[in-house]
């Protein structure tokens, strides 16, 4: 542990269970033990050890602090995708209601190490991705098993130059104003049925953020937005007053309350 007055530059790693206060008392026990048996497997499938992490464990939820030699670009491609593969492993059940569902923020910045927790921006950032609006709305507005916001900085230095098979495109970017904190993060949405459904039949029902997209130019019908998607990302960013551009493969974008679980 390092000293409280000298700050140190890390990855800082946070999740959340999606509506977790919804389930009964013994269901949040499973759901706390299959949280962190995922947590464990992704990161040793990934190559990161766990028992080197600072963790602030929070019932539903983790904020961790990686060690200095976790690589980025592993953390934000191969260690999602490993809690992916995992949730899919652990979310074949009948009752939909019962499925693993995480938000996960990751941002890199100076930490501190206070007595009571972690002090200083990088931490605070972290967190105010995490339960930002926007987050919470686009998972809960899809199917994905996955809600996944990177912070702005990490998207250009690792996302933009595709590190790891990371695709810029598949990312959306949000404005984020929560409490005193104003910034943008980056959204991607994995897993889930949608992940394997490449559209949705022309009869489902409709669905919050299904707003029509704009006719093409060539005069041929708009195709509906599949869950997730980033059409759908950005209409949840609408609904909550924060802002949500979807980006194009050749374009370059720079830039706690606690409900909705």
């Not at 979807?246 to 374009?251: L, N, V």
Request: glycine share 8%; aromatic share 4%; with cysteine.
């Amino acid at each position: 542990m390092s000293d409280p007055d000298t700050p140190v530059r890390r990855t800082v790693v946070a999740v959340d269970v999606h509506q977790y206060s919804s389930a009964r008392s013994l269901q949040q026990v499973d759901i706390q033990e299959t949280l962190i048996d995922v947590l464990d497997t992704a990161a040793t499938l990934s190559g990161l050890d766990r028992s080197g992490w600072y963790k602030q464990a929070q019932g539903d939820a983790e904020v961790a602090v990686l060690p200095a030699d976790a690589p980025e670009p592993v953390v934000v491609a191969d260690l999602v995708q490993e809690l992916t593969n995992r949730l899919a492993r652990v979310n074949h059940v009948q009752d939909p209601a019962l499925r693993l569902r995480l938000r996960v923020a990751v941002h890199s910045g100076m930490v501190h190490f206070g007595r009571n927790g972690l002090p200083g921006p990088a931490a605070v950032q972290t967190c105010r991705l995490l339960d930002s609006s926007v987050l919470k709305r686009a998972l809960a507005s899809s199917d994905a098993d996955l809600a996944l916001i990177v912070s702005d900085a990490l998207f250009r230095d690792i996302v933009e130059p595709g590190y790891r098979g990371l695709r810029a495109v598949e990312f959306t970017p949000v404005e984020v104003r929560l409490k005193e904190f104003t910034g943008t993060g980056h959204v991607r949405l994995l897993g889930g049925p949608g992940a394997r459904t490449p559209a949705a039949p022309a009869d489902r029902p409709a669905r919050p953020g299904d707003e029509a997209a704009p006719a093409p130019a060539d005069g041929r019908e708009p195709k509906a937005a599949r869950p997730g998607s980033r059409q759908e990302i950005h209409a949840a960013a609408v609904a909550t007053g924060e802002q949500g551009v979807a980006i194009g493969r050749d374009q370059h974008n720079h830039y706690g309350s606690r409900s909705g679980r």
